[in-house]
């Protein structure tokens, strides 16, 4: 869906959002072209994994069991980007 989504696409069984996406293998979901400046959600993603590119920022990041981690442990401007271990899984700290 889009102006000129999936224009010569080659693959099989893929999706196609936004100006000019193209696939680049089969069974994928593109989110946007090369113009696309960000995607954006009010919900949750659920993802097996997540491979990035680029710079990465958030607020919040939970990784395991939908927890907080203990304030404690990402306490100061130093813990900024530290992963510990709680007894409900990894987190990363990130500072507000």
Same mark, same amino acid.
């Given at each position: 869906?889009?102006?000129?989504?999936? &224009? #010569?696409n080659l693959?099989?069984?893929v999706v196609l959002l936004g100006r000019d996406t193209?696939?680049?293998k089969? &069974? #994928?979901v593109v989110l946007g072209g090369p113009g696309t400046v960000?995607?954006?959600?009010?919900?949750?993603?659920?993802a097996a994994g997540i491979s990035t590119t680029g710079t990465v920022s958030a607020t919040d990041i939970k990784l395991a069991r939908n927890a907080?981690?203990?304030a404690a442990k990402c306490a100061s401007a130093?813990?900024?980007g530290r992963t510990i271990m709680t007894a409900?899984?990894?987190?990363v700290c990130l500072m507000r």
């Open positions: 869906m889009g102006y000129r989504a999936g &224009y #010569q693959y099989s069984n193209k696939a680049d089969n &069974y #994928q960000e995607v954006t959600t009010t919900g949750v993603i659920l907080t981690p203990p130093a813990d900024e409900d899984g990894p987190y």
